[in-house]
């Protein structure tokens, strides 16, 4: 296996819905340790690497909390009752296994509702609802699950192996955002730059973007490029075929939320392009009415920070079988790190 699949693994593996990023944070820092001077963890959990060098500094960003549940309370019978943290389709909960992450350590249990054997036909015609669910870990009593270490709170993550689907498609969860994580520890190991380098692995985006505002504002970057996963429109349910696709390359960002989200400076454009047409790296642009990213709280920080977006085309993010291919991961990291070397060139002071 590739080192990059073994990071975006890794990476995809561990535990850490917004607001609890414990997990995955102390793999952030593992895997960051020895490719910076510096790693810290800011007040509100971002994990932050500098590389000291040169200006202009430039700010590399990828989120890495997953949406998740979190437990509400517990019924007189066991039984767990759950609210949604991030954006999910309820429908694509039912019937999956989870870990609630305690204390005293994890514990499996499932996703179950009122089963569709004793549904009215009305009702079986219905999605049923989140908040018609409930999960399931073996208990008979509420006294059983308070003493295994459940209380409210207690966040609860989808479990679900990163594995090799045929080709270089890969499938696991939370690629959204441990794709980006892994682009960004894969490109600070390979560039070569003398410029002042953050790598940051922001908190709480799925609810609000709430790391990027922070660390952005404590580190005011000269410019950012944020990592992220994006969505492709390569497979069923489309009306239209559009320009991204999995295989096609990176996906650079022009602009997002039909621009009420990140409307990219035109001096980033021509950086990222232009970037990758030296270095023979296959790309595609991307104009999107959808979400937003990172780059939407970053770019409007202070008196303004120059802000792009790489992306990896990602089928079914927010879901927990994400998949996407390893030639686009590859050329996510070899844009950034290209663009890392060639930022002096755009954006000398």
């Known amino acids: 296996m590739s080192r990059l699949f073994e990071l975006l693994k890794r990476l995809s593996e561990a535990h850490g819905i917004s607001g609890y990023e414990h997990g995955v944070a102390e793999v952030v820092k593992d895997e960051l340790r020895d490719l910076v001077d510096e790693v810290w963890v800011d007040t509100l959990g971002n994990v932050i690497g500098e590389k000291k060098g040169n200006s202009p500094s430039i700010m590399l960003a990828a989120h890495m909390d997953e949406i998740g549940l979190a437990v509400k309370y517990v019924d007189e019978d066991g039984f767990i009752r759950f609210v949604k943290i991030g954006g999910w389709f309820d429908q694509t909960l039912l019937n999956q296994r989870v870990i609630l992450v305690t204390e005293k350590g994890p514990i499996y249990g499932v996703i179950g509702s009122k089963p569709p054997h004793v549904m009215s036909e009305e009702e079986r015609k219905k999605p049923i609802k989140a908040e018609d669910m409930f999960i399931d870990i073996g208990a008979s009593s509420k006294e059983e699950v308070e003493n295994a270490g459940v209380i409210p709170g207690t966040p609860v993550v989808l479990e679900r192996g990163c594995v090799k689907l045929l080709g270089d498609r ?27 380098i953050y790598a940051v692995a922001t908190v709480q985006e799925e609810v609000g973007l709430k790391g990027a505002k922070t660390s952005a504002y404590a580190l005011e970057p000269d410019v950012t490029i944020v990592l992220e996963t994006c969505i492709p429109t390569d497979y069923p349910g489309f009306k239209e075929k559009k320009s ?18 990140l409307i990219t400076h035109q001096k980033v454009l021509r950086w990222m392009r232009e970037t990758a047409e030296r270095f023979n790296i296959p790309v595609q642009l991307e104009v999107s009415d959808g979400g937003t990213t ?28 994400n998949v996407l291919s390893m030639s686009d991961l590859e ?18 002071k």
């Open 244 to 261: 991204v696709k999995l295989g096609g390359g990176a996906v650079i960002t022009v602009l997002d939320a039909s621009g009420r989200g």
């Open 294 to 321: 990172d780059a939407t709280a970053i770019h409007l920080t202070k008196s303004g920070i120059l802000t792009g977006v790489i992306s990896v085309p990602t089928r079914y993010i927010h879901s927990s079988v």
């Open 170 to 196: 890969v499938t696991g969860k939370a690629f959204d955002d441990r794709a980006g994580i892994a682009v960004m520890i894969e490109a600070l190991r390979r560039v070569e730059s003398e410029l002042n």
């Open 331 to 348: 050329n996510c990291v070899e844009l950034t790190r290209r663009c890392i070397e060639t930022a002096p060139e755009y954006f000398r």
